[in-house]
Nanobody, 124 residues
């Protein structure tokens, strides 16, 4: 089992940047596929990015490709999401998740453990 805690959210203007972190405790995070999801008010939770256990494979939602970068440091049990050129439509609560399937899955159901979320607000 693993516990996940997100940090780094905040409020920025459009075009700005934020870096989210997800700290894992309990079982080593290198045992898990990890990903970021987000949920805007009144909308379903959606996939943002995922990274394989080793960090060699990544996957991104089309809406964030070229702007967001997912990475992980297994020695620190931490995953990151660098978000550049933020847009108002990126406003949401961002969740860190961990799963046991192989490969950077985009499916919400493949993730077993979830953090509590961190708010990202982008103003125009």
């Amino acid at each position: 089992q693993v516990q996940l805690v997100e940090s780094g959210g905040g409020s920025v203007q459009a075009g700005g940047s934020l870096r989210l972190s997800c700290a894992a405790s309990g079982r080593s995070s290198s045992s898990y596929l990890m990903g970021w999801f987000r949920q805007a008010p009144g909308k379903e939770r959606e996939f943002v990015a995922a990274i394989s256990r080793s960090g060699t494979m990544t996957s991104y939602a089309d809406s964030v490709k070229g702007r967001f970068t997912i990475s992980r440091d297994n020695a620190k049990n931490t995953m990151y999401l660098q978000m550049n050129n933020l847009k108002p439509e990126d406003t949401a609560v961002y969740y860190c998740a961990a799963g046991v399937v192989v490969g950077p899955s985009q499916r919400l159901s493949d993730y077993r453990y979830w953090g509590q979320g961190t708010q990202v607000t982008v103003s125009s």
